[in-house]
């Protein structure tokens, strides 16, 4: 028997062998993964809760049991109910791995906080919320007109302030006769969706009390914003991994774990339910009104406080969410399950927040194309615009739609989450530690880079004072185009097989190529950090399907060239302009017209939130944008290799000739 | 110690002292409750499951708790479950009575099955139910035309049959992908709601399967009417007592009881919840189409294929089924928390039919007028008749309605349950083995009688057969009017003083006169059934309450006499109208302009299931229906001791000339 074993981490996915009799916190670290340990492993603060998965993962080749670690320790009951021990829950601190594992380490588990890239971007919209406050005061009923509470209600909501034929949830109901009889007798704030049916009552005035939440289910990424619905204000944003990435990484690998598992729909569903569930209260929890001068009160909100969300999120995430059978959407010609927005009770859903609520759910425009790129479409409305945009929304998939206010089409393009960090070697999300710029010089192959969670770069630091865990999404097209400009990897995305430096290299174990980022002594996980062959084949291939996409729907436009490209989603935000069209990620634009429009899908949920015009403009434009299949066009494969190519050969840039030495920029 | 200990049945309420030491189903026996044991207390059938409530029950005088039973046996455990044990569920004939105790005994262990009463009458109804089913054939996905799956649906439903802007309900919708598939491909049927929103998809065309069900929630009885919404037959017609009777017998100790009890209400509503659960179920279990010539196919509908229901009930009922608070209707000025009707997920309810049905609540009228008149009005139609009709709904509670189609008053009155034979010393309900008609001789005060399940009359058969228990609602009526035909009574309601028979005598335990209705003999409880002084004043406060309503009515209409008097309820289909008229129970009108109308609320819910226009011809009426609270006329309390009375003072009916004896009619 082994004296090793492999252990995985998820959702992070960070992974490998460790010896056995290790605990997990030491694993953890071993294998760059951040767990919270307040105490130092003192087993007294219960910070490092993780769950045991169990199960045979063929993906990763690996059989977890829960009979894989060290027995139960008394300590672990003071922190770990009953129902969760049965889940497989356990402290990172007192158990030990024993043989192969799958750890999931929850969101509040985890150490090291995200550096949320989903932040709200200041657009205009107009108020006009779903959910409006009203306040009322009705006269107390005699014998002579003992009418019943809720006509009362309805007759002064009618009088006053012209709203007819309302029903009432029925848990609203339930509430009723109670509150209208409190200390602010006969006196009532009410809740109204969409003018027709009332959703909350409160007792007395209480129309401060106004709030509503957005939310971009990213396959990868999940951000809420949670909104003030009367001044419109963002008073809390935050985010979360997607907790079904431990079913898979990408849409497709989810689709497949639903069709391989009896209830994987609904495992994965609940997942996902649980963590909107974790957001909000993560949100709500964070919450405190604005500082009054003198006096300081942190107020927090209550979930019951939410009476409004708007969801979005691409196709599958979409299903997989409202436990609708994604398998067709993975099938072609991948028919949705439907089109249109949906308002669904929040608890139908699960989902809580106000009981009565209701939850929107943006509207699909294709089995590819989904309530969240909708989302896009209403924050930027390329559709009222007379320049021809291009909008890619880079997350998991590249999401592109081309158009102005003659005709927009949409498309998808199978980028895979490389671009994001995920899948390489050394990936990982925007978190402190994580690799986001880099500089490579031409004559010595020498590496200069910085870290997020530290403004010095590694030529002004102690390597002990990096810290470097891995490469993030932001920093991946900046090694590529650096490892490119300094001649490191050759136009095919080959390494150059002249090197001058000892950080290229072939790995001992799998004898593939590779190339030292940050040495074993600036790491904080015992390694060096290095990018091998595979990873850059990984961006090329992401790249290539993004800048063939955009290609192929210029061309059914029958357009040489765009006025404005719109990146959107964490990638947009980050990205360096230039390197990206130097590295042929979309077709070539002026510089200064390619924007990053931040999280527009996020921003198209807050919009159709804050606004209820939008929603209707949503199921318009989702039904209006003409999605086109790409992988159907006859010379698809032909476009996609070439786009593979660094930087595309058809496109000879003239930003790249200040960029790029003559000699790289002429390779055959 | 004492040898002997109370013993209360409930929902019978049947109560009484056993020796200790007796099983349950002994007592039973002893005190004239039927339960289950088909196995003839072998302990191998397990059908005479009970449970044994725990807590003191003032209104009882008694303390039962789970300990005044014997030790728990193994042979219980083959039939009841670990959670039923822990409710305090028993076998009756393992466990022993070993102190106070209030037993309770479910549906499903009554024997004797109840005889319906409240059987639904042909009415006509025009074809227009709520739900309507649809068949369509959708075009496959292509490359072409990758619409989603519901949008297709969609389309051929406002293409075929004009139907648009519908939602579906998002648990359909989660079975729409795999049914659309299945192996009637692209087949579907479609279950319409209101022309709104789809309800429900089957796979292929079952437009065959198309039930739902129409309920009427008394404070005593409940009665279930499932029927066919293509055919409009009533397939099965069921009924129970209603579960909240153990918390009291009427609505103001239903009310007083949620007041006392923290989770009174959501105890009441859930036992109320569980109830139509169990109804649901025993219909569909009871239910087989038509039998065909040749091959007798049995089928058994599921709950699932129930896609409506409608529910009528009074105002106290309606709020306790909905956890809305009842308190307000019971304190003056009695306002309701809501008039109107209320469309309900079932699912919200925890009401087991089709997942994605709703509940149609009927509206109510005031605090004391509910749901339950209101289908007694759809049902009758008052106000579209030319003729001044009087409506008497007698339940636990009286409601009337007087008028035409040019205005409609209604009014309550507290006759208390008496009227159905609940309250009294030997009441019970409608079951075999209860009193239904009886004759005394006025020259011996001899007395003859019939029961339920026995054609044959007293005076035909040996003492043995008769096996007579208690009395129910519509023999009650009768006893009294030939109490006082024959002299037994006075016109005041006391005994007379002057007995020609042995069956007059004082109860030596409570020193109150009694007179036996069956000796010991006739009786299955081996005890005399009596009628006791107290027994009458309960009758006469009943029908008092009843005749002082109708006459401050018409007063209040300014009119001196009726065209037509309608009497619903399981009271009116059994009543005798001329001894009804003679113990003045209503005003007087001619015989044959006295009808019954059977159980009109439950007709009504049955046409509001059946034709959703009457949805909002019960709005309509609910809100122009006049209510008037009598118990606030000045004169009230006179009235209605004057209407104590046999026969009313006022008004000496010309028909009590032939049936009662001038001796008897001038007594002063």
Chains 1, 2 share one sequence.
């Not at 009476?307 to 969410?321: F, P, Q, S, W």
Request: hydrophobic fraction near 35%.
């Amino acid at each position: 028997m082994s004296d090793r074993a492999k252990v995985i981490f998820q959702p992070s996915g960070r992974r490998g062998e460790v010896e056995k009799g290790l605990s997990l916190i030491e694993a953890s670290r071993q294998l760059g993964v951040d767990i919270e340990a307040l105490c130092g492993e003192k087993r007294v603060c219960g910070k490092c809760k993780v769950r045991i998965e169990e199960g045979a993962f063929e993906k990763f080749g690996i059989v977890s049991r829960r009979t894989n670690v060290s027995v139960w320790q008394e300590e672990e009951g003071k922190f770990i109910t009953p129902s969760q021990r049965q889940e497989g829950y356990r402290l990172g601190c007192c158990c030990k791995v024993e043989g192969d594992l799958l750890v999931f380490v929850p969101e509040e588990s985890r150490a090291g906080k995200q550096v949320v890239s989903k932040a709200a971007r200041d657009i205009p919209i107009t108020w006009d919320p779903a959910v409006k406050v009203y306040y009322v005061e009705v006269v107390e009923p005699t014998f002579e007109h003992p009418t019943g509470d809720l006509e009362r209600i309805l007759e002064e909501l009618h009088r006053v302030h012209g709203l007819k034929d309302l029903r009432i949830d029925y848990l609203a109901l339930q509430k009723l006769p109670v509150r209208l009889r409190g200390k602010d007798r006969w006196k009532l704030t009410v809740y109204v969706w969409m003018d027709q049916e009332i959703v909350r009552v409160l007792a007395g005035d209480q129309r401060q009390n106004h709030y509503g939440m957005a939310i971009d289910i990213g396959t990868t990424t999940v951000a809420a914003y949670l909104c003030n619905l009367t001044s419109m204000e963002v008073i809390e944003t935050v985010s979360m991994m997607n907790p079904q990435c431990k079913y898979g990484e990408d849409v497709m690998s989810r689709i497949t774990y639903h069709m391989m598992n009896k209830d994987g729909l609904k495992r994965m569903s609940d997942d996902m339910i649980q963590g909107l569930n974790s957001l909000v209260r993560q949100a709500c929890e964070g919450t405190h009104p604005p500082k009054k001068k003198g006096k300081k009160t942190y107020l927090s909100l209550n979930p019951n406080d939410l009476v409004d969300l708007t969801i979005v999120g691409n196709t599958a995430m979409h299903h997989i969410l409202l436990k609708l059978n994604p398998e067709y959407v993975g099938l072609a010609p991948f028919p949705p399950v439907i089109h249109r927005s949906l308002d669904i009770k929040a608890r139908d859903l699960g989902i809580k927040i106000n009981e009565s609520a209701y939850v929107h759910v943006l509207p699909n425009e294709a089995g590819f194309v989904g309530a969240d790129n909708v989302g896009v479409l209403i924050a930027e409305e390329p559709y009222k615009s007379d320049e021809v945009q291009l909008i890619i929304d880079i997350g998991t998939n590249g999401e592109l739609v081309l158009g102005n206010k003659e005709k927009l089409i949409s498309s998808s393009c199978a980028t895979g989450p490389a671009l994001e960090g995920a899948q390489l070697s050394y990936g990982m999300r925007a978190a402190p530690g994580a690799v986001e710029r880099i500089k490579i010089d031409p004559d010595t192959h020498e590496v200069d880079y910085k870290v997020i969670g530290r403004d010095a770069w590694r030529s002004y630091s102690k390597p002990e004072e990096m810290k470097t865990k891995g490469i993030c999404g932001s920093g991946i097209l900046d090694v590529l185009a650096e490892l490119y400009r300094s001649g490191v990897i050759l136009k095919s995305g080959k390494f150059n097989p002249v090197q001058k430096s000892s950080r290229f290299r072939k790995n001992p174990e799998t004898n593939q190529p590779e190339f030292v980022i940050a040495w074993k002594e600036e790491s904080s996980i015992g390694k060096d950090v290095v990018i091998t062959q595979k990873d850059i084949r990984q961006i090329q291939l992401a790249k290539g399907a993004l800048y063939c996409g955009c290609k192929l729907m210029m061309r059914r436009m029958g357009i040489e060239k765009v006025d404005k490209v719109k990146i959107a989603g964490a990638f947009g935000t980050h990205v360096d302009r230039e390197k990206a069209l130097m590295m042929g990620l979309f077709p070539d634009c002026d510089l200064d017209r390619v924007i990053s429009v931040g999280n527009a899908a996020g921003d198209g949920a807050r919009t159709a939130l804050l606004n209820r015009g939008k929603r209707q403009e949503a199921n318009w434009v989702a039904r209006n944008v003409e999605y086109i299949e790409l992988t159907v066009e006859k010379d698809f494969q032909q476009q996609f290799m070439q786009a593979m190519q660094i930087p595309h050969m058809k496109d000879p840039f003239p930003h790249l000739k200040n960029l790029v030495p003559d000699h790289i920029l002429n390779q055959k």
